[in-house]
């Protein structure tokens, strides 16, 4: 069953502004992942957030993590047209077992 | 990262027809594969759990004589949609886990299409 719940479900900004996107759980994990889908194409890894890590940064993406909330955000600064796509969450409880992902985000950068 | 190839890329069957979808790790051994389903605009739904040796555990809803997988080895594990309706039409994507575990390795997607 579905566990992360992305917020918003699309979101439409100018080219240069901030996207923040927003994910919830519900139960224990062991981290948690930010997934980019392009239209019609496969998954890539943007990064991984560990349960005791709070808040992680990579090129122009900031990931927070709150526990107590079950709640983590995905901000992308100074966005592209080449960042519109689709953004998911995914958490993962423990070794070898699967992913659950949220319903996702789709992030339109108009430029 | 760790490689996973997914093939083929796409595929389009007569309903009726049953179509396989292979996923290889290229680099590394995965103890664990994992197959989803993305229909349109909708996020990724698991579909099955395998492991290399062992029947693959599906979940609630998806029918495992209809959907078929064989992790027949570390490398490669199957994915065989037997007599194909065009509900079946959906995006499937396999991912991989190693020897560490909390990291997951997708395959591009396989489309399917049944007509």
């Known amino acids: 069953s579905q566990q992360g719940e992305e917020d918003p479900q699309a979101l439409s900004i100018q080219e240069g502004e901030n996207a923040t996107m927003n994910c919830s759980y519900k139960?224990?994990?062991?981290?948690l992942q930010w997934y980019r889908q392009n239209s019609g194409r496969g998954l890539v890894h943007l990064i991984l957030i560990r349960s005791n890590e709070r808040e992680k940064h990579s090129g122009r993406l900031r990931v927070t993590l709150d526990t107590s909330k079950k709640s983590s955000s995905l901000l992308i600064t100074a966005s592209r047209a080449a960042d519109t796509a689709s953004y998911f969450c995914?958490?993962?409880?423990?070794?070898?077992?699967?992913?659950?992902f949220g319903k996702g985000t789709r992030l339109s950068v108009i430029a | 990262g760790a490689v996973v190839s997914q093939h083929p890329s796409w595929v389009i069957c007569k309903s009726g027809t049953s179509v396989k979808i292979e996923c290889r790790s290229l680099d590394f051994q995965a103890t664990t594969m994992f197959w989803y389903r993305q229909f349109p605009k909708q996020s990724l739904m698991l579909m099955a759990t395998s492991n290399e040796g062992s029947k693959a555990t599906y979940e609630q809803g998806v029918e495992k004589d209809k959907f078929l997988i064989n992790h027949a080895s570390l490398t490669l594990s199957t994915l065989t949609v037997t007599s194909a309706h065009p509900e079946d039409s959906s995006f499937y994507i396999c991912s991989c886990s190693g020897t560490e575990t909390y990291e997951q390795y997708f395959g591009p997607g396989t489309r399917l299409t049944v007509t």
């Open positions: 995914a958490t993962l409880n423990s070794g070898n077992t699967p992913l659950v």
């Open positions: 139960t224990s994990i062991n981290n």
